[in-house]
Nanobody
Framework: QVQLVESGGGLVQAGGSLRLSCAASGRSFSSYTMGWFRQAPGKEREFVAAISASGGSTNYADSVKGRFTISRDNDKNTVYLQMSRLKPEDTAVYYC??????????????????????WGQGTQVTVSS
């Protein structure tokens, strides 16, 4: 089991920046693919970004590419999402997720937002225009 706790959300003006953190407890954090997702009011949850277990590979949704950066610190059991040039359409609850990656197929799926096993409670990000 992995417990995930997000922090760092808040209210920011358009064009501003925020950094989200996700602290993980439990074993084997360094073996998990980690992802960030978001859900805006009235919309389905969508994939934002993913990072491989080693941190060597990342993937982003087109809507955030070039503005958001995902990173991780395996010594601190933490994954981050640095968000820059924020837009009002980035307003959503942001969720951290972990995938207990075992096979190559699972890893490839997790890198595009599929098959995550554990989820945090979410943190609200509101971008004002």
């Amino acid at each position: 089991q992995v417990q995930l706790v997000e922090s760092g959300g808040g209210l920011v003006q358009a064009g501003g920046s925020l950094r989200l953190s996700c602290a993980a407890s439990g074993r084997s954090f360094s073996s998990y693919t980690m992802g960030w997702f978001r859900q805006a009011p009235g919309k389905e949850r969508e994939f934002v970004a993913a990072i491989s277990a080693s941190g060597g590979s990342t993937n982003y949704a087109d809507s955030v590419k070039g503005r958001f950066t995902i990173s991780r610190d395996n010594d601190k059991n933490t994954v981050y999402l640095q968000m820059s040039r924020l837009k009002p359409e980035d307003t959503a609850v942001y969720y951290c997720a972990a995938d207990e990656t075992i096979t190559t197929t699972q890893r490839m799926g997790a890198m595009i937002g599929r098959g995550y096993d554990y989820w945090g409670q979410g943190t609200q990000v509101t971008v004002s225009s």
